[in-house]
């Protein structure tokens, strides 16, 4: 590896301290919440406010300039207002801080006057080395220092194993949902806004790098680096951890919306960009929900090596929705074997051979329902006929809260073996909610319906594909 | 009309006394809650529980068979073991029973045996006119009566405009999502299972002309009445009433699951059952997400003029993710109209002109919310180029709580002008869900993402046109 030791996104992850321009005391401004989201959750370095007009934010001491704080300055959040953005990026140039995020927006996407302004600031920060994020952009999270910018207050952060690239502040508003109600964690997060200088090429290759980062999600309106290089780096990267992409501004409306945006300008047609996409082996996501939910997947379940999938549902008519949403993702409904047919049967209706999909509620007619689930998850972890189950809990994920807590242990079975699981149910009152948080803090993903979990598990299954395919037909390469 | 005044259906879902067989004292059997549901859900008529080893069920009589009930029988819930029902059948017979329901599964769905069988019974209760719904069928619920059967407790019921035809018990399980959750209001729900004798096309005829139902939703695995009669049905139907249409067992492994169901067989393929149901004007559902939105959609939201749209969002990013999915569903971003401009104009940042996608995110950073968001409901109430309007809340959802009571006062402008609104947000904290709630009860959907918001927006353009279509070019024909 002939990398240098230190990236130079390491700066805006991980700063020995920060000065946000623009802190205020009035918590009605949603800038109050830059500053106190740092006090809040506790981010170990040094916090320094500016505002000419404050002595104290937050039982910290204000300063009227960057350049009357004493101390060298790792990070600088900038958020004061556009005209008087540029007065700060001259202050930063003088004070030779070592990084700039520039919340505020009204620079390249307003058009040629902001992105003049744009330019002019970028010239001044390249001359002296200075990398900046942004503008328009609200970033970073590291949740392994404890470091959020973000509007609006942030409670908690929650450690996992993804890492998001964004280009918006899109996710800010969602943060307590993804920590608290999706219960994803995440390592880093970036919002690249306007890329005047960072751009995900940059970020791609820090995170692909980064040992706390598993899985890469990456929000992309416009490409700003050079989008060959992206391409491979993404296929590079596939190699070991899985990029997930949602791409926007595909349609001409959606275009012409991400201009106005972060000023951003696709080249290539959406058809072209998803062709190559496909070809560097990233997976695509088609909306937000699966942006989510896929990033969830690549966190939580093992590794998918085959897209036998067998289907246990409350009804026939759930089962049978549930099997045209596997075929239609590409997963083929496992022939179970003959041992997991016998070992099923005990569990069946009288009347009833057992079928993959196999018809939870009928079963639970005429057999107790902790031992349907026994019998279930034990045949389906031998059997070598399955690669990976679904299953639809609802009325009786509240029945079960009684004995939750033999649930998860059940699951272990099917963990032991390696097999990924996931339980559909669309339900969330306050007793499901408590169910879902047990699972998926075991990490089992909870879905919605079956078709996000067949989605869930096709893009598993397609990212093993590709990962096979790639080594086969290349070998491990050298970069 | 030449319609006899009582159809044949009505004994189903107005029944002046139900009959219980296989009703049991024991909580840990599912058919406890047969009884148990009617009873605490009051249903005004009588209920005869049928057990010969019980003298009192649940408060009431218990009755050792069918005969020994004193009085006339109106409708015969039957939920014994499949062996035994026939027994029953033979009992509802010279009881003269006015209709049966037949909850026990093992029939036409486990092969030719169990076919032999439900032929029979067909054959007896044919013979005396006795109308059967099922076999393998948890049916019928009717709220205006407080009727319902279910396995599984059933707490409460919820009115509403949209009635259900199933192939199976899937909504069972999530009954309770449906009133306290999707905050949706039924009218009528009928589960036909296998279908020997009661089949779509007879409870749709019903369902098109029952004054409570606004909007008919139907779930399929397979067509058991003549096909010509249910397309020319749903065709005559939908000129009042919209018919949303979700069919499964469309791949060649959800078939064979479907005929393992329900002994359903699917004549024709599925892509050509697809253009049969569009010419009808059916709006078809492609999982049961969009198939529960889209009966939300026809149930709350005024009928849909036009396919240009308003969109909100609390970043530019999810904008034109926004901008993207409308366009996917056939929506046009509307050209709002120079005076919108202007009013907007007034909430932007000072360096913004307002475009639609608006970003409420960056006015929020110069202007109160509530100004925000009272400038922009006025606009677009106003706007003669805007025919519906998506809003995105997530955080501010909570923060909105405060002002809550305000809230639906404001989208009341919107309401008098009978201009569709819908709210996308994904969160469902407690407060986020009283939020939802209130909302909903107010007739504004509020869906998880932006791309459920533009399908169910594309669903009722799709209807409107059809409509439209339909009364040029045949007017109000006599059926």
């Given at each position: 590896m002939e990398k240098a030791k230190q990236h130079f996104l390491d700066i805006f992850f991980n700063p020995n301290n920060i000065a946000v321009v623009g802190a205020t005391k009035n918590p009605q401004k949603m800038n109050f919440h830059l500053v106190r989201n740092l006090v809040n959750l506790k981010f170990p370095g040094r916090i320094y406010p500016v505002n000419p007009n404050a002595d104290e934010i937050l039982g910290l001491k204000a300063y009227p300039s960057l350049e009357s704080i004493e101390d060298d300055v790792d990070l600088v959040v900038t958020a004061v207002p556009?005209?008087?953005?540029?007065?700060?990026?001259?202050?930063?140039?003088?004070?030779?801080?070592?990084?700039?995020?520039?919340?505020?927006?009204?620079?390249?996407?307003?058009?040629w006057e902001g992105r003049g302004v744009q330019d002019e600031m970028h010239r001044l920060l390249r001359e002296r080395g200075i990398r900046a994020v942004g503008p328009n952009s609200l970033s970073p999270i590291n949740t392994s220092n404890n470091l959020a910018i973000g509007f609006g207050p942030i409670e908690r952060l929650k450690r996992g194993?993804?890492?998001?690239?964004?280009?918006?502040g899109l996710y800010n508003p969602r943060l307590d949902?993804?920590?608290s109600e999706f219960n994803l964690g995440i390592s880093k997060l970036a919002d690249l806004g306007n890329k005047m200088d960072i751009n995900e090429v940059d970020t791609l290759e820090y995170l692909a790098e980064d040992p706390d980062t598993k899985v890469i999600a990456m929000h992309l309106e416009s490409v700003a680096g050079d989008g060959k290089r992206l391409m491979q780096l993404i296929e590079d990267t596939t190699r070991e951890k899985p990029v997930v992409v949602i791409k926007s501004g595909?349609?001409?409306?959606?275009?012409?919306?991400?201009?106005?945006?972060?000023?951003?300008?696709?080249?290539?047609?959406?058809?072209?960009?998803?062709?190559?996409?496909?070809?560097?082996?990233?997976?695509?996501?088609?909306?937000?929900?699966?942006f989510f939910d896929f990033a969830k997947a690549f966190d939580f379940f093992p590794p998918l090596r085959g897209n036998r999938i067998a289907v246990a549902?409350?009804?026939?008519?759930?089962?049978?929705?549930?099997?045209?949403?596997?075929?239609?993702e590409g997963l083929s409904i496992a022939k179970m074997s003959p041992e997991t047919v016998d070992k099923l049967q005990a569990v069946s209706p009288p009347w009833g051979i057992p079928s993959n999909p196999f018809d939870l509620g009928v079963s639970m007619q005429f057999h107790p329902m902790d031992e349907v689930l026994k019998v279930f998850f034990e045949s389906m972890a031998d059997d070598p006929n399955v690669d990976c189950i679904a299953l639809q809990l609802e009325m009786i994920g509240t029945l079960l809260l009684a004995g939750i807590d033999e649930f998860p242990s059940l699951l272990s079975i099917l963990r032991e073996k390696g097999k990924p699981f996931t339980i559909w149910m669309v339900g969330r009152n306050p007793q499901e909610r408590e169910?879902?948080?047990?699972?998926?803090?075991?990490?089992?993903?909870?879905?919605?319906?079956?078709?996000?979990?067949?989605?869930?598990?096709?893009?598993?299954?397609?990212?093993?594909?590709?990962?096979?395919?790639?080594?086969?037909?290349?070998?491990?390469?050298?970069?």
């Open positions: 556009a005209v008087a953005t540029m007065g700060v990026i001259e202050d930063c140039v003088r004070k030779a801080v070592k990084g700039v995020v520039i919340v505020s927006g009204g620079f390249s996407e307003i058009g194993g993804v890492s998001f690239i964004f280009q918006s949902w993804i920590f595909r349609t001409p409306a959606g275009a012409e919306a991400a201009s106005s945006h972060t000023g951003a300008m696709m080249g290539a047609s959406d058809a072209v960009f998803d062709v190559m996409l496909r070809q560097s082996g990233a997976i695509r996501a088609q909306g937000l929900e699966e549902a409350l009804s026939g008519g759930e089962g049978v929705i549930a099997t045209d949403w596997c075929c239609r169910l879902v948080e047990k699972l998926e803090s075991n990490h089992i993903p909870v879905y919605t319906s079956s078709e996000r979990a067949a989605k869930a598990f096709s893009a598993l299954y397609r990212y093993n594909i590709m990962q096979r395919g790639a080594s086969k037909s290349k070998g491990k390469q050298m970069r």
